[in-house]
């Protein structure tokens, strides 16, 4: 009778585990970085610059990168010396935690496998939720968002803002 009693309640511990459901989360660090600005760089050979303007914050916070493979990382403030902050993501590296600082901060890196050469077009498939500017090479003859031609030849501009961007850009040298 004893081993019955284990055997059932063996069972009903199992059952109550199946049935609760399962919950994912991803750990975050810290608040979610007030962002003043980010800048894309775009060079005529393909290579990608970020630079992203991080207000200064008492309490730590969390800046998502844009997606790609994130490589010569730096955390700065306004003197160029170097802040505290950790990385999330061994290989690929997806944000970083930014530590409290009493000045703005920039976070800079190169993205490789963003852009890809096709036909003599560069396309790329870009979503980040926050407003971005693209800094196209002066070579740079036609430029598309989500198909539709883009005119830098007013005012003498060098890029584009997309606000909360989610478009397929491309571009001709």
């Known amino acids: ?9 063996v069972l009903i511990l199992f059952a109550l585990v199946s049935l609760v459901p399962q919950g994912f989360a991803q750990i975050s660090l810290g608040a979610p970085a007030i962002q003043m600005d980010v800048s894309i760089t775009i060079e005529e050979d ?12 008492t309490k730590a916070q ?11 990382l730096r955390v700065i403030d ?9 990385k999330v993501g061994v290989e690929d590296i997806s944000s970083v935690t930014i530590f409290p600082t009493k000045e703005i901060v920039s976070v800079k890196y190169d993205l490789a496998d963003v852009l890809e050469l096709k036909d003599g077009v560069w396309t790329w498939n870009f979503f980040y939720p926050e407003s971005t500017m693209f800094l196209f090479p002066k070579s740079a003859d036609l430029i ?3 198909g ?12 584009i803002r997309c606000h909360g961007c989610q478009m397929i850009l491309e571009y001709i040298i």
């Open 1 to 9: 009778m004893f081993s019955l009693k284990i055997i059932v309640s």
């Open 78 to 86: 306004e003197q160029d010396a170097d802040v505290e902050f950790a």
């Open 46 to 57: 393909g290579k990608v610059h970020v630079v992203h303007k991080i207000a200064s914050n």
């Open 62 to 72: 969390q800046l998502d990168l844009i997606k790609g493979t994130v490589s010569n």
């Open 148 to 159: 539709t031609p883009v005119n830098l030849g007013y005012n003498d501009a060098k890029g």
């Open 144 to 146: 598309f968002a989500n």
